[in-house]
């Protein structure tokens, strides 16, 4: 079963429902929703279209850049970005998540599959957001350490990765690259299975409710401005991270709860964690459109589902996605 196969049987018994990550997990409310768990990813991917050599990645829909990173395992790598950062590697990421962190900073989680990155980071100690973002893409995570909590978490988790400690070699400073991550992974490694719908054969974004969109902005009190803007030209949407600009082919807001995880160990301290487990509302934005609806997702190892406002799935262009994990009480505007 594919991917959209796979979403529309978890759909089929709901009117809308589902993208989807603190110290215990939550559980997801009963509901009337069965959402199917990923599968196996497929042994042979299909190929990206009928004038192209290369297959299509997972997790972009999009030709990946070998012809061998089709059938690779994903590599993913936590990074903290202040305004004044300026990260490497986004650019070359499949999917980057985005939590509002503390003192005006995010926590990035991107994953790596379709493209290579010479250069990622700053590498930063893994965080619950992480685990539960990724966990169903099953990627081997480059990380500086963290706290007692998060590595207890982490080491239940189905999750392989490396730290600084384990293998000074994978990375140079607070970097590190795919080449070293896919080297130190173990053998056997499943590359993953797609995060999103994406379109195919002139797919709209969503079935109902399309709007015309050039400018998506998200503000979080006490949190960095968010702020992309549609490149017509090159159908991209541009945004700035720390002082890097970034682009990507479709930005997902994701609304949810969230609440202050106190960690103790090594030392204390109070930090913002993003609930990512559960439903809630959604706007996305891809190509020169925008689209409301739900996401659901129920555990750890479940996809994401997110569908319009009718309970259709909604189809993103092939490419890079950001997926952004907005507070209840940011405000998303698009316009």
């Known amino acids: 079963m594919n991917r959209r196969q796979m979403l529309r049987a978890a759909l089929a018994p709901a009117v809308v429902l589902g993208v989807g990550t603190g110290c215990s997990e939550?559980?997801?409310?009963?509901g009337s929703v069965d959402v199917a768990d990923p599968g196996s990813p497929a042994a042979t991917p299909p190929s990206a279209s009928p004038t192209s050599s290369l297959p299509t990645g997972p997790l972009t829909g999009a030709p990946?850049?070998?012809?061998?990173a089709a059938t690779r395992q994903a590599v993913a790598?936590?990074?903290?970005?202040?305004?004044?950062?300026?990260?490497?590697?986004?650019?070359?990421?499949?999917l980057v998540y985005a939590e509002f962190a503390e003192s005006d900073t995010l926590h990035l989680t991107a994953v790596f599959h379709s493209r290579d990155a010479s250069k990622i980071g700053p590498v930063t100690e893994i965080r619950p957001v992480d685990i539960r973002s990724v966990s169903v893409l099953r990627p081997f995570v480059?990380?500086?350490?963290?706290?007692?909590?998060?590595?207890?978490?982490?080491?239940?988790?189905?999750?392989?990765?490396?730290?600084?400690?384990?293998?000074?070699?994978?990375?140079?400073?607070?970097?590190?690259?795919?080449?070293a991550l896919l080297k130190a992974a173990p053998k056997g490694g499943q590359p993953p299975t797609p995060a999103l719908d994406h379109a195919t054969d002139g797919d709209a974004l969503a079935a109902r409710d399309l709007v015309?969109?050039?400018?998506?902005?998200?503000?979080?009190?006490?949190?960095?401005?968010?702020?992309w803007r549609y490149d017509q030209p090159k159908a991209r949407w541009v945004g700035k991270v720390g002082t890097a600009t970034v682009t990507a082919a479709s930005v997902i807001v994701l609304t949810m709860e969230y609440?202050?995880?106190?960690?103790?160990?090594?030392?204390?301290?109070?930090l913002p964690s993003a609930n990512v487990f559960g439903e809630g509302a959604v706007l996305a934005v891809s190509g020169p459109s925008s689209a409301k609806g739900r996401w659901r997702k129920p555990g750890l190892g479940m996809v994401c589902t997110l569908a319009d406002v009718g309970g259709d799935l909604l189809h993103p262009q092939p490419g890079n996605?950001?997926?952004?994990?907005?507070?209840?009480?940011?405000?998303?505007?698009?316009?």
Do not use: C, H, N
Request: hydrophobic share 35%.
């Open 212 to 227: 015309p969109a050039t400018e998506l902005s998200i503000t979080v009190s006490g949190g960095p401005p968010m702020v």
């Open 142 to 179: 480059g990380y500086d350490g963290g706290p007692t909590g998060f590595l207890s978490q982490f080491e239940s988790s189905d999750l392989d990765g490396v730290t600084p400690d384990d293998d000074g070699k994978v990375f140079s400073g607070d970097y590190t690259s795919t080449a």
């Open 259 to 270: 609440r202050t995880l106190e960690v103790r160990k090594p030392s204390f301290r109070a």
């Open 77 to 94: 790598v936590p990074m903290r970005v202040s305004p004044a950062t300026t990260p490497a590697g986004l650019d070359a990421a499949d």
């Open 26 to 30: 939550p559980q997801p409310k009963p």
């Open 64 to 68: 990946v850049g070998t012809p061998a």
């Open 321 to 335: 996605a950001w997926v952004i994990y907005a507070p209840t009480t940011a405000k998303v505007t698009v316009k």
